[in-house]
């Protein structure tokens, strides 16, 4: 089949275009029908039909995506070949380290370095690293700007050497907005063209990204989703992206969202209804009547949180309201070329549409109310009039002691259970959407105008994800009032809601550990786990801007709006949430007064010029990486050492030991924190060895380039809890079979010593979170062979495979309790060697006294791929292996 037979041509003003036509596949009896496909899976076929060549993608390939089916009893794998990569810098650091290191283990193996090279597009956004040094005031910003760079000027200059020594990679620099964002407002194609024998070739844009929430691009018909590092590395190197064909759950959506309702309302509304129907894995759709009641930077909050619901994918299709918004934000020679390409080749999304899904799920937008979600978990919605009700009976709400009273500033204040001491209006989730932001400084203008403050035990924090917000906010007029309430700017990037959260006053510190007070950050983010926002902090709900300002002016959580004033005016009078809550007419019209497009224009201008600070940095060109010896930030990583053109067949494990036992819901948080470095941590010593001083520590974050840091940072986060050591949290298990109590990252080296593999047991849900590939290189490193869990989350599974660590689930209904394992045993797993996808394998557990049982898992290496992947001990030894043999 030659493909070049399923062209067609468009002409958009003056220029013509050649597609691979859809509709030309049905004529042809390649496929069934492809308006019975849902639109993502339509972008799949014109993915294969492009890349068709009758090697790595073959006719039937393509003809198992052109007749996609509802449901597969076994998976179908494909190669799919995403256009682009996204990244940013937490994850994108590794991701250049692992590159670099490639590139010296190629020159080892007497190849040429230059052909480890990205071949497709990258681009990666320096968002992470930004932290809330400073709040509440006009000079926050600049503060924390130079003190982003004081810490991270040698990760940022190692970045600037990839962007001079790499083909195809570009830097967008500190300062400039949250890549998610940027990808949305200026960097998403929705259409690509490349030159190509001499043609103009025109094709769906598609991504895939080193963070989770790359799903945001979703929103204006852009495929993306979030993989792990070592895949994303895979894609840039020229690899196709080897993906089960999916299951499709269509999301109709009804009817319109009500006055005083907002797009985050509505995201945590869907995360709760998605994650009690089951989509992980799966790709969600939307369509029906009450798309077009949502304007696209709803839609973007909506797919944002994709990996909140567990889904691939959440896709909304081209329609009107893409082409208006690409308009809106400077692209309108784009939008021309969108509407005339997707209309023409099946992707323009109109009423009359009816694709077949494989569940559909209704969600009437009139039925959302107000809500926020927590304390821990983005799908544990709680409606606003339910808050205080939800409360009652916990720690929150029942403190046995009186406030905690202190002097703060030279003024008295007082905490208590309940008390919010983190407000920040943060995440590409909401500072996409104007309407959210305007409102919030509304509701702010009418706080301010009625006398009311903010308790100054509350840190606030204004960080918006792309410059613009700032523009239209100053262009009305308002962000004085929110400055008057100390949500003054603090730097362009990710900050509260990845937990850089920054330092709160160490007399407020001091109060919460004292009197052990439970007390709550709200963010306008999409994520809440245990110890993410901040480690004192154990209470975290997501809500939208205009609530997290209300929050703020109450200056606690467990209120209710309904019958409580947020204060009280100079003259002694209660002012409510209702008496100051702006109108959605009031709203719209400043949406549609300031966000202009010029705003778009002049900032995406300008956007990888980069400030003083990026422009001082040296700029370096080598084909190999001078690695510093004496570096705590960017270290050679040991994965090619002893590297061989030939891999070692992986065996069945013996004389095993469970490093930590685990419950349900362990995210990739617990298993890789982000945040901050404990002094008495194995990697807070371990840099303290280094002559790092405790106050240069930086993030977790920040270091991973640095493989020593990260492997004693492996399972590291301060709640961690582990059966091993039952009642204590933290990064803590036991050494068998002496039952010696230590640090994990101790246990691994005392296990390594005498040659003893190593198992991770969970539960359900294993791996949740964000997409960082060092919870499973952490795993790797500390000499973890295999995890049984119940389930896994779908990146991190990846991720394992990635390294060579082998996924494993129990049978349906067993656990380690169920099975009365304790992990004290040893154990043994059979059946790896010659393994095949999702094989069943023999698990034997010796315990103390000699008695042994035996029980079934499942391997989690789901496809022909999988399998090859971890028989070379991962993807990239993989991938070498292929460029070595040239």
């Given at each position: 089949m030659d493909a070049n037979t399923f062209t067609r041509e468009i002409t958009v003003a003056g220029t013509t275009y050649t597609y691979y036509a859809l509709d030309r596949l049905e004529e042809e009896g390649v496929a069934g029908g492809i308006a019975r496909l849902p639109f993502s899976i339509r972008i799949l076929v014109e993915n294969l039909l492009r890349r068709l060549d009758g090697k790595v993608v073959r006719e039937a390939d393509l003809r198992h995506i052109a007749n996609w089916q509802k449901s597969y009893p076994t998976p179908v794998e494909i190669p799919y070949h995403p256009a682009r990569v996204l990244m940013q810098d937490f994850t994108g650091v590794p991701a250049v380290v692992d590159l670099a290191a490639m590139r010296d283990a190629m020159a080892a193996l007497g190849g040429d370095p230059g052909r480890v090279n990205p071949l497709v597009p990258t681009e990666l956004v320096i968002d992470h690293s930004v932290q809330v040094d400073h709040y509440g005031t006009v000079a926050a910003v600049g503060h924390n700007v130079a003190r982003e760079y004081a810490r991270n000027g040698e990760r940022y200059t190692f970045l600037?050497?990839?962007?001079?020594?790499?083909?195809?990679?570009?830097v967008?620099?500190?300062?400039?907005?949250?890549?998610?964002?940027?990808?949305?407002?200026?960097?998403?194609?929705?259409?690509?063209?490349?030159?190509?024998?001499?043609?103009?070739?025109?094709?769906?844009?598609?991504?895939?990204?080193?963070?989770?929430?790359?799903?945001?691009?979703?929103?204006?018909?852009?495929?993306?989703?979030?993989?792990?590092?070592?895949?994303?590395?895979?894609?840039?190197?020229?690899?196709?992206?080897?993906?089960?064909?999916?299951?499709?759950?269509?999301?109709?959506?009804?009817?319109?969202?009500?006055?005083?309702?907002?797009?985050?309302?509505?995201?945590?509304?869907?995360t709760e209804t998605l994650r009690r129907h089951g989509v992980v894995e799966k790709f969600v759709e939307y369509f029906g009547p009450g798309m077009q009641a949502l304007s696209v930077p709803e839609r973007a909050t909506i797919a944002n949180m994709t990996p909140e619901y567990g889904a691939t994918l959440g896709f909304f299709p081209v329609d009107e309201r893409t082409i208006d918004y690409l308009r809106q934000t400077g692209r309108a020679d784009q939008a021309a070329l969108v509407?005339?390409?997707?209309?023409?080749?099946?992707?323009?999304?109109?009423?009359?549409?009816?694709?077949?899904?494989?569940?559909?799920?209704?969600?009437?937008?009139?039925?959302?109310?107000?809500?926020?979600?927590?304390?821990?978990?983005?799908?544990?919605?709680?409606?606003?009039?339910?808050?205080?009700?939800?409360?009652?009976?916990?720690?929150?709400?029942?403190?046995?002691?009186?406030?905690?009273?202190?002097?703060?500033?030279?003024?008295?204040?007082?905490?208590?259970?309940?008390?919010?001491?983190?407000?920040?209006?943060?995440?590409?989730?909401?500072?996409?959407?104007?309407?959210?932001?305007?409102?919030?400084?509304?509701?702010?203008?009418?706080?301010?105008?009625?006398?009311?403050?903010?308790?100054?035990?509350?840190?606030?924090?204004?960080?918006?994800?792309?410059?613009?917000?700032?523009?239209?906010?100053?262009?009305?007029?308002?962000?004085?009032y929110l400055e008057a309430l100390g949500f003054h700017l603090a730097g362009y990037g990710c900050t509260t809601c990845i937990g850089n959260s920054g330092p709160l006053a160490p007399e407020v510190e001091k109060a919460i550990v004292e009197a052990g007070l439970n007390v709550a950050a709200v963010l306008s983010g999409n994520r809440n786990f245990e110890a993410r926002i901040h480690q004192r902090v154990k209470a975290n709900y997501l809500a939208s801007p205009m609530l997290v300002v209300a929050f703020a002016l109450a200056g606690r959580i467990d209120i209710d709006f309904a019958g409580d004033p947020l204060g009280l005016d100079p003259n002694g009078q209660p002012v409510f949430l209702a008496d100051i809550w702006p109108s959605d007419e009031a709203i719209a019209n400043l949406v549609d007064r300031h966000v202009k497009e010029e705003f778009f224009t002049l900032e995406y201008g300008r956007i990888f010029t980069g400030d003083e600070n990026w422009q001082a940095l040296p700029r370096v060109q080598s084909l190999t990486y001078a690695w510093a010896p004496d570096s705590t930030y960017i270290k050679h990583p040991p994965y090619f050492d002893g590297f061989q053109l030939e891999p070692t067949p992986p065996s069945d494990i013996d004389g095993a030991r469970a490093l930590v036992v685990l419950g349900?819901?362990?995210?990739?948080?617990?298993?890789?924190?982000?945040?901050?470095?404990?002094?008495?941590?194995?990697?807070?010593?371990?840099?303290?060895?280094?002559?790092?001083?405790?106050?240069?520590?930086?993030?977790?974050?920040?270091?991973?380039?640095?493989?020593?840091?990260?492997l004693r940072g492996s399972f590291g986060n301060i709640r961690l809890r582990n059966s091993l050591v039952e009642g204590i949290e933290g990064s803590y298990t036991k050494v068998f079979p002496e039952g010696r109590q230590c640090f994990v990252h101790e246990a691994a080296e005392a296990y390594r010593a005498t040659g003893t593999p190593l198992i991770v047991m969970a539960g359900l849900e294993y791996g949740a979170g964000s997409s960082r590939d060092w919870a499973a290189k952490g795993s790797k490193l500390l000499g973890v062979r295999a995890v049984i869990a119940r389930s896994f989350e779908r990146i991190h599974r990846s991720n394992l495979v990635g390294m060579g660590v082998l996924p494993l689930v129990f049978q349906e209904g067993e656990s380690p309790a169920s099975l009365g394992l304790d992990g004290s045993e040893l154990f043994a797993i059979s059946g790896i060697a010659g393994i095949t996808p999702q094989a069943r394998l023999t698990v034997t557990a010796t315990k103390g006294d000699g008695r042994r049982l035996s029980f079934t898992v499942i391997a989690r290496l789901d496809t022909d791929i999988d399998v090859e992947y971890y028989r070379h001990g991962g993807i990239l030894p993989y991938v070498l292996r292929k460029l070595g043999r040239g």
């Open positions: 600037k050497w990839a962007q001079e020594s790499f083909h195809g990679f570009k967008v620099p500190p300062r400039s907005g949250i890549c998610h964002q940027v990808n949305l407002e200026y960097l998403g194609r929705v259409v690509i063209v490349d030159e190509q024998g001499g043609r103009q070739l025109a094709y769906p844009d598609t991504l895939v990204g080193l963070d989770s929430h790359t799903t945001m691009i979703d929103a204006i018909g852009v495929m993306g989703w979030g993989v792990g590092g070592i895949e994303a590395e895979a894609v840039m190197l020229g690899q196709p992206y080897f993906m089960s064909i999916p299951e499709v759950i269509g999301v109709r959506l009804s009817g319109r969202l009500a006055a005083g309702v907002t797009a985050t309302d509505l995201v945590l509304t869907v509407e005339a390409y997707t209309r023409a080749n099946a992707l323009f999304y109109g009423d009359a549409e009816t694709p077949e899904y494989t569940a559909v799920v209704d969600i009437d937008l009139a039925s959302v109310v107000p809500c926020v979600a927590g304390p821990s978990r983005p799908h544990d919605r709680i409606p606003l009039q339910r808050l205080r009700q939800h409360l009652a009976g916990t720690s929150a709400q029942a403190a046995q002691s009186g406030p905690s009273q202190f002097a703060l500033n030279g003024r008295p204040v007082s905490l208590n259970h309940g008390s919010v001491v983190i407000a920040a209006i943060t995440s590409c989730t909401n500072t996409s959407n104007p309407a959210v932001l305007l409102g919030a400084a509304l509701l702010a203008k009418g706080a301010v105008e009625r006398g009311l403050q903010v308790p100054g035990t509350v840190r606030t924090s204004l960080a918006p994800g792309s410059k613009v917000v700032i523009q239209y906010l100053t262009d009305a007029g308002l962000m004085p349900d819901m362990v995210t990739t948080d617990h298993i890789s924190p982000a945040g901050a470095i404990p002094a008495d941590y194995p990697a807070g010593r371990y840099l303290l060895g280094q002559g790092v001083a405790a106050a240069d520590f930086n993030s977790y974050g920040a270091r991973r380039g640095n493989h020593e840091v990260m």
